[in-house]
């Protein structure tokens, strides 16, 4: 259960996957729609498989669930459930990721990607009273030349797109080898965010800050294991968007009551609470809060910090983020 204060209090998540926040009805429910094969007979057998022992283990299987997007309609639907369970835990500005590869490698073309997915955000600011952006991703273990084409093929919408980002397998991919992605996504106009310091060390939070020159870090737990580095990200102000559930189940962290949130918090770091892939990891945006909320003992004085926060960090008009604070 909810706290009663966490469900009203409004916030903003800055940290969801859009194709990772496919819940297994509608996974289902598109399979059927276009007959795309799942090596799960039912939506029970398909949440018993959301056990991992890290990244590189969940990734795949978030590829394989995602190819059941095919057409526009699928993503309109992803979109516009989020939006609607977002809502309605309080979130009143949302900034979302899509890693347009994967869809691409399946042949769908990035115009039913992104049409669909900017109506719902309309539609959703309409009816639900949600404010939303897109941040288009690229995947690292692709080459850096796979995530400039990204930028070029997404060029006619780069002004409804709010910013770029980089996920998927963090080791061995390491922030230098797209250094030009991200000076050339600053340079069309974007807002920049990096995952880094998820199962990555702390040296890797480092060089994005140095080469990507980003305006969040994803994740950046790990640099908890750097007092240099945290009084850097404290005097820049940079933003982490944190995700605890996500932790836990990707095993980035031993337990919820061993998660460095709390220390970040009052080591003065602008960090954020967020839900990453909200079906696979056990929570939405609210269910984060309580985690920490109920694990970490944090006080109803911290939660409203950590909401502010994710209102400053957000990449939205500073008049409309004055609003929220
Ligand atoms: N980390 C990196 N990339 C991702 C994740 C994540 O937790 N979820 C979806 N893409
Ligand atoms: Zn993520």
Not at 30 to 38: C, G
Not at 85 to 93: F, Q, T
Not at 111 to 124: F, R, S
Not at 160 to 187: C, H, M, Q, S, W
């Amino acid at each position: 259960m909810t706290d009663a204060f966490i469900a009203t209090l409004p916030k903003a998540e800055l940290h969801v996957h859009l194709e990772g926040t496919l819940e297994p009805e509608l996974l289902f429910a598109l399979a059927a729609r276009n007959d795309v094969p799942l090596p799960w007979s039912d939506v029970n057998q398909a949440r018993a498989a959301y056990t991992f022992t890290g990244l590189e283990h969940f990734l795949p299987l978030l590829f394989r669930s995602a190819s059941v997007l095919r057409t526009g309609q699928d993503f309109y639907d992803l979109a516009h459930a989020y939006l609607t369970r977002a809502a309605a835990d309080g979130v009143r500005r949302a900034e979302m990721f899509l890693g347009v590869q994967t869809f691409l490698d399946a042949g769908v073309p990035i115009a039913y990607q992104l049409d669909n997915v900017l109506a719902a955000i309309a539609d959703a600011r309409a009816d639900l009273g949600i404010d939303s952006a897109l941040i288009v991703t690229s995947q690292r273990h692709r080459s850096q030349a796979a995530a400039l084409e990204v930028l070029d093929l997404i060029q006619p919408w780069c002004e409804r797109i709010i910013g770029i980002g980089l996920g998927a397998a963090e080791r061995g991919n390491p922030p230098v080898k797209f250094a030009d992605y991200f000076a050339t996504a600053r340079a069309r106009g974007y807002r920049t965010t990096i995952h880094a310091g998820e199962d990555g060390p702390a040296d890797y939070v480092r060089e994005a800050l140095d080469v990507c020159k980003p305006d969040r870090i994803d994740h950046g737990v790990a640099a908890i294991d750097d007092p240099a580095l945290v009084a850097r990200l404290r005097d820049e102000a940079i933003p982490l968007t944190v995700c605890p559930l996500s932790n836990v189940a990707l095993r980035v962290v031993q337990s919820m009551a061993a998660h460095p949130l709390r220390i970040m918090s009052e080591a003065g770091l602008l960090v954020t609470v967020n839900s990453d892939d909200p079906p696979y990891f056990g929570g939405y945006v609210n269910d984060n809060y309580e985690a920490v909320r109920t694990h970490l003992g944090l006080d109803r004085a911290t939660l409203a910090d950590l909401a502010r926060n994710s209102f400053r960090a957000s990449f939205d008009d500073p008049a409309h983020v004055a609003a929220h604070l």
